[in-house]
T-cell receptor, first 111, second 112 residues
Framework: RKEVEQDPGPFNVPEGATVAFNCTYSNSASQSFFWYRQDCRKEPKLLMSVYSSGNEDGRFTAQLNRASQYISLLIRDSKLSDSATYLC????????????FGTGTQLKVEL | EPEVTQTPSHQVTQMGQEVILRCVPISNHLYFYWYRQILGQKVEFLVSFYNNEISEKSEIFDDQFSVERPDGSNFTLKIRSTKLEDSAMYFCASINVRNEQFFGPGTRLTVL
């Protein structure tokens, strides 16, 4: 089983749509959770950390279910500039805090 | 806003040659990292570094790889004898007090 699993997509959605990405992780010792976005041939950029209570940042909402080892990201009112690959990332805090990445879900927002 | 910087942006080398990739982490961060991403694949952890020591390394980080913090600002990754399969994007990252890692723009390494 992959350590972090995501649907690779692509998700093609019209501008203004709501889109949801899901992710599962296998290491129950994982303690830190993140969503990054990556544009083509660029570095991963932190979108948001994911907290147990769920958290929202503008049009973006992240949820975490530790019991199911499941993380989600919801993007509302999607914009052309949201087109990117969204990376689900987990870490076991302590030691080196190394990040384990999913393969990413590609989003294309169209006119 | 402070950023992680990396040089060079692109490095082309012949198989068997040594390369040094350079990074300047964000100044008040204490943990530094190298990751790599082979084209079309996921980002993979290589090594973490804290207090002038490796704190964790992956199976990829074999004897051909080394890291160093030669001064108060630079953080380097050396590959002693490059192989074709070392061709990838190499990202440096540093971590803040909220355990959030910030990545540099990467060095694209091409081994011929």
């Amino acid at each position: 089983r992959k350590e972090v699993e995501q649907d690779p997509g692509p998700f093609n959605v019209p501008e203004g749509a709501t889109v949801a990405f899901n992710c599962t992780y296998s290491n129950s010792a994982s303690q830190s959770f993140f969503w990054y976005r990556q544009d083509c041939r660029k570095e991963p950029k932190l979108l948001m950390s994911v907290y147990s209570s769920g958290n929202e940042d503008g049009r973006f909402t992240a949820q975490l279910n530790r019991a199911s080892q499941y993380i989600s990201l919801l993007i509302r009112d999607s914009k052309l500039s949201d087109s990117a690959t969204y990376l689900c990332v987990v870490a076991v805090t302590g030691g080196g805090n190394k990040l384990t990445f999913g393969t990413g879900t590609q989003l294309k927002v169209e006119l | 806003e402070p950023e992680v910087t990396q040089t060079p942006s692109h490095q082309v080398t012949q198989m068997g040659q040594e390369v040094i990739l350079r990074c300047v982490p964000i100044s008040n961060h204490l943990y530094f990292y190298w990751y790599r991403q082979i084209l079309g694949q996921k980002v993979e952890f290589l090594v973490s570094f804290y207090n002038n020591e490796i704190s964790e390394k992956s199976e990829i980080f074999d004897d051909q790889f080394s890291v160093e913090r030669p001064d108060g600002s630079n953080f380097t990754l050396k590959i002693r004898s490059t192989k074709l399969e070392d061709s990838a994007m190499y990202f440096c990252a540093s971590i803040n007090v909220r355990n959030e890692q910030f990545f540099g723009p990467g060095t694209r390494l091409t081994v011929l």
